[in-house]
């Protein structure tokens, strides 16, 4: 078997196992084994599943499509179809932002095979992608990523984590969604139950925390806490996502980006729930997280002096 063909294949079934933890319900329905076909892009695709009712297909790709000198991971949302795509881009935009565009102009056929007719740009990576192709009545709704081929260890975990994270993300935006009942005693003081449920998902496991969370390392930006030095392999790639800007004002067609978030423990994160609700919070908190340590430390420094024995 080819050698990017059987990476494809690995990864896929992991983000599929990824999909079945988070239990993220109706209207996915993942295949028992995903399904590799060879494209016309220089590359493979594997089908993981289906949006039942909209005729989409989640899918990744390891092909060369982007016009780079090597293989490039895509994840996204694939149909014969222009509407289903379109609508689905236009609930998740409402979390994941503003898309780029493609269309037919954009690709060409070189030597038997599809791509761009100008290499993607670096800065395009990781960021959601329309692409419709009426000429190939085949339309997408996907990112580009910037993982290397082959990706190992961490590198290749969290190319995992962010595939599933991308499609959890849009999934969770559909309004026919349903998962099960989250925990909502963060906002005792909210009846809105619905909207709590879409923070606590946002902040769990979605693409954009997931993002923040990998750019920051899974260290904590308000105490410095890294569960994998506490916890060893159960602590590997764990922390939590929080929104700086704050979702208790509960606009939910607020458009979050990476920038938006910061990585915390869960300790801060439940410290920061009691807190105000403003940007100024995380600040607030790290400030004093920093002075009772330095008390801590000075008064462990004064305790463990030896002291004059009585007479």
């Avoid at 289906?50 to 005729?55: A, C, D, R, V």
């Avoid at 490039?72 to 881009?89: Q, T």
């Avoid at 996907?142 to 969290?158: F, L, Q, S």
């Avoid at 919070?281 to 420094?301: M, S, T």
């Amino acid at each position: 078997m080819n050698r990017e063909k059987r990476l494809l294949r690995d990864i896929a079934r992991e983000v599929s196992r990824g999909l079945r933890s988070r239990r993220i319900g109706q209207p996915l329905k993942l295949r028992k084994k995903p399904s590799i076909t060879e494209t016309d892009t220089d590359g493979f695709c594997a089908t993981l599943g289906l949006i039942q009712g909209k005729s989409c297909d989640l899918e990744i790709w390891l092909d060369r499509y982007p016009g780079l000198d090597r293989s490039i991971f895509y994840y996204g949302f694939d149909s014969e179809k222009e509407g289903p795509i379109r609508s689905l881009a236009r609930a998740a935009s409402r979390e994941l932002g503003p898309h780029g565009k493609l269309c037919d102009r954009d690709y060409k056929l070189h030597e038997g095979r599809y791509r761009l007719r100008a290499p993607m740009r670096r800065d395009r990576f990781g960021r959601p992608f329309l692409e419709c192709y009426p000429n190939k009545k085949a339309f997408f709704y996907g990112i580009y990523d910037d993982a290397e081929v082959p990706p190992e260890g961490k590198d290749r975990d969290r190319l995992v984590e962010r595939i599933v994270g991308f499609f959890e993300s849009v999934l969770t935006s559909l309004p026919e969604f349903s998962a099960p009942e989250l925990n909502h005693d963060v906002y005792p003081k909210i009846e809105n139950r619905k909207v709590v449920a879409s923070h606590l998902r946002r902040e769990r496991s979605g693409y954009l925390a997931t993002r923040r969370k990998q750019a920051d390392g899974y260290t904590c930006q308000i105490c410095g806490f890294h569960f994998e030095d506490v916890y060893g392999e159960l602590g590997r790639d764990f922390a939590e996502a929080h929104h700086i800007v704050p979702l208790a004002k509960y606009d939910e067609v607020r458009r979050t980006t990476v920038d938006d978030l910061i990585t915390v423990c869960s300790n801060c994160h439940r410290m920061l729930y009691r807190m105000n609700g403003t940007r100024k919070d995380p600040l607030i908190l790290k400030q004093r997280v920093r002075k009772f340590v330095r008390a801590a430390r000075r008064k462990g420094h004064t305790s463990s002096r030896k002291r004059k024995p009585r007479r």
